[in-house]
C-alpha cells in the first residue's frame, strides 16, 4: 500500500519533515553541535503562485520548531536559502547535490557562509530527511 | 609582441654573468606563459643525463601571460626544472607578488643556469641593472628573515623577495621558495635546486607596466572578469573560510586522508575546517597581488599547548597533510607545523608524506625507535612531528632520511609499493577513493601525483565548465570519465599559462578577450584550449625525453587499492587501469611506451618532437 502524498511547501509537509528530522538519529549525530534557524523560500512556480517561506529552527541535532510563515517580515532568521520549486524538487529527489546547487547558483543562499561550510555533512542528512516524506510537488 | 615584456634575464651562477636575451616569440605564442613557456624551454636544455643538482639543470622563473595586469587574481608565476624529487618535470606554481614584480621590472623570465661558488642572491630593479650580490651572510637564515633582511639592507621597503630557507640549502628534495612571507612554491623541489646554485634568494622592485595592445579594451574586460568572478560561490567561499572551507563536504565524501590513507573517518576533521579557523584564530586575511579573494589567514593562537604568534595560516593540503593525515587535530599544532615548514622553506604536502609514511612504518612494524632517534611516532602525537620538521630541514639522523622523500624511504626500508606516491610525488590531499577522477589525475599528472595539474575534485565537488564538455558526474563512476578528466586538465593548463589563478575560475568569456586586448589579435576559447593541450602534451613529450616509463611508473599505490570499511568513500576503489586505459584512448597515446601519438603531436603543432620522439619507430615519424 502505497503512501499518501502531502504536498510540498504546505505546513502539511513541513510537520512530516519536522518529524522526521526528530527521528533521524544520523540527523541528531551529524548537527550536534549547530545552532541556527533558516527560512527555506520556495519560490513561485508552477502551481505555486507565490512564494512560500518555511521556517525551521534547528538546535542541536533537533527541529525546535517548523512552520510556513505567514508574515516572512515577523522574523529575521541567521540563513536563507531560496529556490524555485523544480530547483527543490531536483534536492529533494537527491538529483541535485546542494553544494552543486549553490556552486551553480540554483540555490541562492544569504547567510554566514563559514558556518554554514562546517555543516555540509548536517546538511545531507537534512536533505535525505526531506526523502523519507512522500512528496507531491506543486508543478 | 605586445603583452609580453620581450626579454628574459639569463644568469650564469658559475661565472655571475647576466644577460638579456629576447623573449622566443614563436614559443611564447604556441605555449603562452607560465610553466607551459618554461616547460618549452627547459625541453632545449635538459635530457635524460641532466643531473637535477648540477650546473646544468636550469632554474626557471616564468611569469604568466597576464601576471601583473588588471586581470584579477594574476600574481602566478612558476619556477621549473628537472627536479630533484621524482626525475622529471619540477615545476612549482605560486602567487604572491614576485611575478608581478619581474614584468614591472621588464622581464618575462629568469633562467638561472650554473652553480655558484658562493651564497649569492640575484637583485633586480629599473633604476640599475640586474646584480647578483653576496649572500653570505643570509645563508643559514629562514624565509621570513631572509625577505626582512634584503629588504631592509637594499633600503627598499617595496622590493619583494622569493627564497630559500635552511631546507633548500641543505638540498631536502622537496625544499620550497617562498615570497610574500608564505606564498610557497612548494612542489617539486624547486628550491633544492635553488640551492644547489646557492641562489639563497631572488629581490625585485620594479615601476613599469606590461605593455597591452588595446588599455582601454582590456581595462573593459578585467572589469567585467572581476565582477563576474565575485559572484561565484565557490569564491564566496574561499573569500570567508579559506581553502580549507571545504573540509567538512570533502570529508563527507571520502576525499580526506586520515592515519596515512589507511582510515575513512576522523572525529578531529571537524577541528581542522576553516570555517572553525575564521571563527576562531583568524586575525585576517592575506592574499595575493590582484586578488580579490584573499583566500589565506592570518592566525594567531594565543593560548594552549601550541601558541602560535600572529602569521600566515595553514590551508587545505597543510591541514590534511600535517594534520588529518597524522591523526592531529589540535589547531594550534598543526599551525605551529605550518609555521616551521614555511620558515624552514619545506614543501608541507611532501613533508607530511614523508612524515605519514614515516608514521606507517613505525606503526606496522618496519621501523623501530632504533631508526627514528629515539622517536615514538604514535599517531595524533604533535610531539615528534615538531622534532622531524626540524631534522628533515638540517637533514639530521632520521630527518636527513625523510629529506630524500618518500620514495627513497620505501626502497630504504624495504617497503616496495608501499609509500602513496605516483612517480616520485606524494599526492595532494584528496583521496581518489573518494572521487575517482583523481585516481587518473595522479596516474597522469606531468609532475607526479600531483592535485593541480587537473584540480578535478572541484568538477567533482560539482563545479562544471560545460563550455568544454566537462560536467561533473557520479563520484564513484569509472567508465567514461577519463576523457572529461583529460579536457579539463587541458583546460586547467590554459589558465595556468595565463598566469591567473584557478580559484577565481576565470570567466570564459573574458579570457580570450583579455589576450585579444594584450596581443592585438583575436584570440579565441579553442584557440586558448589548443594551447593548453599542446602545453600538457609537451609537459608529456619532455618526460619521456627525461626517462619517464609510464609503464612502470603510472601505477596505483598499494594502499590506495585497499578499500576503506568506513567514511565517505564507502568501500570503493577505483578501477584505474580502466580509466587510465580510456584516456590514453582520448588522449591518443600509445599504450605500450606512453607516448603521444605523432599524428596527434602534429595537430597540436608538435611535429618536430614528433619526428624526434617516435625516431626508433620507423614509419611513424612525420
Known amino acids: ?139 | 609582441m605586445r603583452g609580453y615584456l620581450g626579454k628574459i634575464l639569463v644568469v650564469d651562477a658559475t661565472t655571475g654573468e647576466l644577460r638579456d636575451e629576447p623573449l622566443n616569440e614563436t614559443y611564447a605564442r604556441q605555449f603562452i606563459g607560465n610553466s607551459g613557456l618554461a616547460a618549452r624551454y627547459l625541453y632545449d636544455l635538459v635530457d635524460a643525463d641532466t643531473d637535477p643538482l648540477g650546473p646544468y639543470n636550469p632554474l626557471i622563473m616564468m611569469t604568466g601571460a597576464l601576471t601583473g595586469t588588471r586581470t584579477p587574481a594574476s600574481s602566478r608565476h612558476a619556477f621549473v626544472a628537472r627536479s630533484p624529487l621524482t626525475g622529471i618535470l619540477g615545476e612549482a606554481n605560486v602567487g604572491g607578488f614576485t611575478g608581478r614584480e619581474l614584468r614591472r621590472v621588464g622581464y618575462d623570465g629568469i633562467i638561472v643556469t650554473g652553480q655558484s661558488p658562493v651564497p649569492v642572491y640575484l637583485w633586480l630593479s629599473d633604476d640599475r641593472p640586474p646584480e647578483l650580490r653576496d649572500a653570505s651572510h643570509l645563508w643559514g637564515l629562514d624565509t621570513y628573515n631572509t625577505q626582512a633582511r634584503i629588504v631592509e639592507e637594499l633600503g627598499q621597503p617595496r622590493a619583494r623577495v622569493a627564497c630559500i630557507g635552511p631546507a633548500g640549502e641543505n638540498l631536502v628534495r622537496y625544499a620550497a621558495i617562498l615570497n610574500a612571507d608564505a606564498r610557497a612554491a612548494g612542489r617539486t623541489g624547486m628550491g633544492t635546486v635553488m640551492g644547489s646554485k646557492r641562489l639563497k634568494a631572488i629581490a625585485i622592485r620594479g615601476r613599469g607596466e606590461v605593455p597591452l595592445s588595446d588599455k582601454e579594451r582590456f581595462k573593459q574586460a578585467a572589469r567585467r572578469a572581476l565582477i563576474r568572478t565575485q559572484g561565484d560561490f565557490s569564491v564566496q567561499v574561499l573569500k570567508e573560510t579559506g581553502t580549507s572551507g571545504g573540509m567538512d563536504y570533502f570529508d563527507m565524501v571520502g576525499n580526506v586522508p586520515f592515519r596515512y590513507w589507511t582510515q575513512g573517518r576522523f572525529e578531529g576533521v571537524d577541528n581542522l575546517n576553516g570555517g572553525l579557523i575564521a571563527e576562531t584564530i583568524a586575525t585576517g586575511h592575506t592574499g595575493c597581488w590582484g586578488c580579490a579573494v584573499q583566500c589565506g589567514f592570518e592566525i594567531e593562537v594565543p593560548q594552549g599547548p601550541y601558541p602560535v604568534p600572529q602569521t600566515d595560516g595553514p590551508e587545505y593540503e597543510t591541514l590534511c597533510a600535517l594534520g588529518n593525515q597524522l591523526l592531529i587535530d589540535d589547531l594550534g599544532a598543526v599551525s605551529t607545523f605550518d609555521l616551521l615548514c614555511d620558515r624552514l622553506g619545506l614543501d608541507t604536502i611532501s613533508t607530511g608524506g614523508a612524515i605519514g609514511f614515516a608514521f606507517w612504518l613505525y606503526n606496522n612494524g618496519l621501523i623501530t625507535p632504533d631508526d627514528t632517534d629515539g622517536l615514538r611516532l604514535t599517531w595524533g602525537d604533535p610531539a615528534p612531528v615538531i622534532e622531524l620538521i626540524g631534522k628533515i630541514a638540517i637533514r639530521d639522523g632520521f630527518g636527513d632520511v625523510l629529506a630524500d622523500g618518500s620514495l627513497a624511504m620505501e626502497k630504504r626500508y624495504q617497503a616496495s609499493g608501499m609509500a602513496v606516491q605516483i612517480n616520485g610525488l606524494d599526492p595532494g590531499m584528496h583521496d581518489p577513493r573518494g572521487m575517482s577522477g583523481m585516481a587518473v589525475v595522479y596516474l597522469t599528472s606531468p609532475r607526479g601525483a600531483c592535485h593541480n595539474k587537473g584540480d578535478f575534485y572541484q568538477v567533482e565537488a560539482g563545479h562544471d565548465f560545460p563550455e568544454f564538455n566537462i560536467e561533473s558526474g557520479d563520484h564513484h563512476q569509472e567508465s567514461g570519465k577519463a576523457p572529461t578528466v583529460a579536457r579539463h586538465q587541458n583546460y586547467r593548463a590554459m589558465v595556468d599559462s595565463s598566469g591567473c589563478c584557478q580559484f577565481v575560475n576565470m570567466p570564459f568569456r573574458e579570457l580570450p578577450e583579455l589576450f585579444s586586448a594584450a596581443w592585438g589579435e583575436e584570440v579565441s576559447l579553442d584557440d586558448l584550449y589548443t594551447a593548453g593541450e599542446r602545453i600538457f602534451n609537451l609537459k608529456r613529450v619532455l618526460n619521456l625525453k627525461l626517462g619517464l616509463n609510464p609503464r612502470q611508473s603510472e601505477i596505483f599505490p598499494e594502499l590506495w587499492t585497499r578499500p576503506l570499511s568506513e567514511g565517505g568513500t564507502q568501500g570503493f576503489v577505483p578501477d584505474w587501469q580502466l580509466m587510465l586505459r580510456e584516456y590514453y584512448e582520448y588522449r591518443q597515446w600509445d599504450w605500450e611506451t606512453g607516448r603521444p601519438r605523432p599524428e596527434k603531436l602534429v595537430t597540436l603543432g608538435l611535429g618536430d618532437m614528433a619526428d624526434e620522439l617516435w625516431s626508433d619507430h620507423e614509419g611513424e615519424g612525420c
Open chain 1, 1 to 139: 500500500m502505497s503512501e499518501e502524498k502531502v504536498t510540498f511547501a504546505t505546513q502539511a509537509w513541513i510537520e512530516q519533515f519536522h518529524a522526521e528530522i526528530n527521528k533521524s538519529e544520523a540527523y541528531r549525530q551529524a548537527a550536534k553541535t549547530w545552532e541556527g534557524d533558516f527560512y527555506f523560500i520556495i519560490e513561485a512556480e508552477g502551481a505555486l503562485t507565490e512564494p512560500v517561506y518555511m521556517y525551521m529552527d534547528l538546535w542541536h541535532g533537533e527541529s525546535r520548531g517548523a512552520f510556513i510563515a505567514q508574515d516572512p517580515s515577523a522574523r529575521s532568521p541567521e540563513f536563507v536559502i531560496s529556490a524555485p520549486v523544480s530547483t527543490w524538487k531536483e534536492v529533494i529527489e537527491l538529483r541535485l547535490d546542494p553544494i552543486k546547487g549553490l556552486l551553480t547558483k540554483k540555490l541562492k543562499l544569504k547567510g554566514n557562509m563559514a558556518k554554514i561550510m562546517r555543516a555540509v555533512k548536517a546538511a545531507n542528512e537534512l536533505v535525505r530527511c526531506t526523502t523519507r516524506v512522500p512528496t507531491d510537488f506543486p508543478l
